[in-house]
């Protein structure tokens, strides 16, 4: 039977994306405020208060009328502001790729507003059900002046929301994003890895197969740790996150063997998925900007300028991989890591990165030069000997993609320029590459 601990861990991992989280929880709050400044209206402070509001306020037919138009006005904006939502949504699938779509429905700041939409117009429901209007009269005047504070602050949230759908539609504007995410899980990473051992020598530990098909999305750490500290294992998952698994595959390996209701409690803590978010794994980030890139190059698009910023952003995220090992860790036990995470190799990131880029673009020098200065970036800092050898194989193959479908005399001779930078590098990020051969009846 799965623990409490999973189904709930597994439940806020889902909750936590999805756009209705925030405005829930927010309009609880809102209902929560309504009800506390309803039980200040009893008390003869408020009574006090109200002799200082304007006579507006303290009128039941004027109070509802105020409240009414609110309601109205605030319903107006609100669906003014999911009809604003869908087309940027349908904008980004079409425009960049549809596997960002993810990250911009789980936007914080676009899930506050509709909140505090929903929770406004809540609370003025609640308000205008109370005020009677019969002998003798009576009128939330404070909660009504509450009101008309919330409505100031939802037209100023239209204002921050206007901003943040401008901002959503522009491509430097996503892809800033999802280099930050990245750039963010990678730090947290290297920060785990500074105080953790080598990752294990686990080929000939016991295994655990998988029983549920999906993608591996995430752990719970703290159930999968009580288990780990209690019987003194070390854990080496088998797959990278991301990685989609059947019945049957090797899932993770422990130091020692598990009986059958361990088995149990160590794959209920296993969480399965069909998304990604930038800030989950660093090859999330990149995966998604490398997308960009080659919907960007693609005919429909013809917007090579945003190929080539997602490539430097990748080179930056690529050179900070340096000397990181390829595996994370995690379920800390007294300072010792007990589960050990594979993490996408500098070969296998480049496959799944710069190649889809440089067989889109191969007909393009620009983003073909681009790529080249992308791997010169990454060669920079401390990369290990092999992150340097899978660099330098990228390289060779972006040169012989651009002999083989560059042309022109003239962008050959830039292509050779990009390559002629890289063989400046000394030692061993020296590459081990030609220059691609110019027709000798051209200048040159």
Request: proline share 6%; glycine share 6%; hydrophobic share 45%.
């Amino acid at each position: 039977m799965p623990a409490t601990s999973n189904i709930l861990f597994r439940l806020f991992k889902r909750i936590a994306a999805s756009i209705a989280f925030y405005p829930v929880m927010i309009s609880a709050l809102y209902a929560l405020i309504a009800a506390a400044i309803l039980g200040f209206e009893a008390t003869p402070l408020a009574g006090s208060l109200a002799e200082h509001l304007p006579s507006g306020l303290k009128d039941p037919d004027t109070g509802r009328e105020i409240l009414g138009t609110l309601i109205t006005s605030i319903i107006s904006l609100m669906v003014f502001s999911f009809s604003m939502v869908m087309v940027v949504l349908n904008g980004a699938a079409a425009r960049l790729t549809p596997r960002v779509l993810p990250g911009l429905i789980s936007d914080t700041r676009n899930r506050v507003i509709l909140g505090i939409y929903l929770g406004s117009t809540l609370y003025y429901l609640l308000m205008i059900s109370v005020i009677n209007t019969n002998e003798p009269p009576s009128i939330p005047s404070v909660g009504l002046a509450l009101g008309l504070l919330m409505g100031i602050l939802n037209l100023a949230m239209f204002v921050v929301f206007i901003r943040s759908v401008s901002q959503s539609i522009q491509v430097d504007w996503v892809l800033n994003q999802l280099y930050e995410g990245a750039y963010a899980n990678l730090e947290k990473r290297k920060k785990r890895l500074a105080r953790a051992q080598p990752f294990p020598a686990a080929q000939d530990w016991w295994c655990l197969p998988a029983a549920t098909p999906g993608y591996l999305r995430s752990v719970n750490e703290q159930r999968l740790g009580e288990l780990l500290s209690k019987r003194g294992l070390i854990g080496a998952i088998q797959v990278e996150p991301g990685f989609f698994l059947v019945e049957g595959h090797p899932l993770i390996r422990f130091s020692e063997p598990l009986n059958e209701q361990e088995q149990a409690w160590a794959l209920d803590c296993f969480d399965f998925h069909n998304s990604e978010f930038a800030d989950a794994n660093v090859s999330y980030g990149l995966r998604q900007m490398a997308e960009i890139a080659v919907k960007a190059i693609s005919p429909a698009i013809n917007d090579p300028g945003s190929a080539m910023r997602a490539v430097n952003l990748i080179g930056v995220l690529l050179q900070r991989i340096g000397g990181v090992p390829p595996y994370d860790v995690g379920c800390f036990d007294g300072g010792t890591a007990r589960l050990f995470y594979p993490q996408l190799a500098m070969q296998r990131m480049l496959e799944t990165v710069i190649a889809p880029i440089r067989v889109y673009a191969s007909q393009d020098p620009l983003v073909m030069i681009t790529l080249l200065q992308c791997m010169k970036n990454a060669l920079h800092d401390s990369p290990s000997d092999e992150q340097i050898e899978a660099i330098h194989d990228e390289i060779r193959a972006l040169r012989d993609q651009a002999d083989a479908e560059v042309s022109n005399w003239r962008d050959r001779h830039a292509v050779n320029d990009a390559i002629e930078r890289l063989l400046k590098l000394e030692g061993r990020k020296h590459p081990q590459v030609a220059r691609i051969p110019v027709d000798s009846h051209h200048p040159g």
